[in-house]
């Protein structure tokens, strides 16, 4: 059943919202039912979050999380692999790509892993990861379901360009795509803008949303026939990471976490990474924007820096756990560049940031778990993250790297 126009201009009046309307008068039949239907489906209810900003960013108490460092990690490394192909080789291993971000700091149409960073050939982002991905796949002689997350915004695109390019020697039979759920972005007034004359702007809703949109996907029915126990959710960019790393998935298993977490070592103490930690006892990460100057600098036992490992969103969650978690994840009110229509109805691109998207984060999911192993990762060896085009965390930056590492570019 769909709302009448009245019963919409009621809700919108509620939530402050009657511009949307504007230009309702000009529409088609067809695009009026479109921008009704779109009202209806979207929940205003939490927009009014973005008056309370700093209310909502409080914190509990932080202490430090010990991380599992390399030279454990070195001395165990033959029994952890074992367990964690013996894991793969049981299908009891899958993995999640979270590709639904919209990728603006790269500045391209494209989604994020279509971007080519080969010099001399093709090598697009989503190439390095399935290679990545199937040197498991070889050494456990076993595929490994990948599921992809995509958006209303990238969807189509992915999903042709990966076939078009085979997925890249991947089975198809062990690729999945679903989509993420959208938020309406807004000013900084918490009015939601209009991306056209009868369409909401919206962007994707944040990827701490792909547990809740792969059950909404119905994949999760599959996840249990299939058996699939453990879940490593990994990000686009990192174009370096080792995807359903067997040592990483034994080690998390032998310590009996519910998740394992990916981190590297801080290059300095006021690195602009997450950093994990316990919050009220409870496993979390703290952003380093949370980190005061008195946890920068604090020392654990053995002398070295409390708070000395980042996250790199690459994640292994047993899947049973994930089902038990009960709360919502909390609202992030991010400030971003969102297209728009101005007054007189022209599409409008910002170079800087003019307002608000909502998003749930993966690494929020952390916090309601009860036990997370951080376990470190050489950084030269599988962090190169692209999200600008050039200098920290960009294409150039990945590309050294992955010469680095071997990669014909
Ligand atoms: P980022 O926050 O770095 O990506 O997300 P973004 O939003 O695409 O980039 P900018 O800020 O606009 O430049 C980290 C990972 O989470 C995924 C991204 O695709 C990336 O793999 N993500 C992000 C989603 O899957 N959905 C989202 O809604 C947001």
Not at 6 to 32: A, F, I, M, N, S
Not at 90 to 115: C, E, F, I, N, Q
Request: net charge negative; aromatic share 8%.
């Amino acid at each position: 059943m769909s709302m009448t126009l009245e019963q919409v201009k009621d809700k919108l009046e509620k939530y402050g919202q009657q511009h949307l309307l504007k230009y309702y008068d000009e529409l088609t039949q067809e695009q009026k039912q479109a921008l009704l239907e779109q009202i209806e489906i979207t929940d205003m209810s939490i927009l009014e979050a973005c008056h309370h900003r700093e209310e909502m960013a409080q914190k509990g108490v932080i202490t430090p999380l010990a991380a599992m460092q390399l030279s454990e990690i070195e001395a165990n490394k033959e029994s952890f692999t074992a367990t964690g192909l013996e894991a793969i080789r049981g299908g009891k291993v899958g993995a999640v790509l979270l590709a639904g971000g919209m990728g603006t700091r790269l500045g391209s149409d494209d989604p994020k892993g279509m971007y080519n960073v080969g010099l001399t050939r093709n090598l697009y982002i989503f190439e390095c990861l399935i290679n990545n991905l199937m040197d498991v796949v070889k050494q456990a002689g076993a595929w490994i379901h990948l599921f992809v997350m995509t958006s209303d915004k990238n969807h189509e695109a992915t999903v042709t360009f990966l076939n078009e390019h085979n997925f890249f020697g991947y089975s198809a039979e062990y690729i999945h795509f679903f989509k993420q759920e959208m938020a309406a972005a807004t000013d900084y007034e918490g009015k939601i803008y209009l991306e056209e004359k009868g369409k909401l702007s919206t962007s994707p809703n944040g990827n701490g949303g792909w547990f809740i949109s792969l059950k909404n996907a119905g994949l999760l029915d599959m996840v249990h026939q299939e058996g699939i126990e453990w879940i490593n959710v990994f990000a686009v960019d990192n174009v370096l990471q080792r995807i359903a790393d067997p040592c990483f998935i034994g080690a998390t298993i032998q310590k009996n976490c519910v998740v394992g977490s990916k981190v590297v070592r801080k290059s300095a103490p006021d690195e602009k990474v997450g950093v994990m930690c316990l919050e009220d006892g409870r496993p979390s990460i703290v952003e380093y924007y949370e980190l005061t100057e008195e946890m920068m600098h604090a020392k654990d036992a053995n002398g070295d820096p409390a708070y000395n490992f980042g996250v790199i969103l690459n994640y292994l969650f047993k899947e049973k756990d994930l089902e038990k978690m009960m709360a919502s994840l909390p609202l992030h009110i991010v400030e971003k560049k969102i297209p728009y229509l101005d007054e007189n109805g022209e599409l409008v691109k910002p170079e800087t940031p003019n307002g608000y998207k909502f998003e749930s984060l993966v690494l929020d999911m952390i916090h309601q778990l009860d036990s997370c192993l951080p376990f470190e990762v050489v950084r030269s060896k599988e962090f190169a993250p692209i999200k600008n085009k050039t200098g920290v965390d960009s294409v150039d930056s990945a590309r050294l790297l992955l010469v680095e590492n071997g990669v014909v570019l």
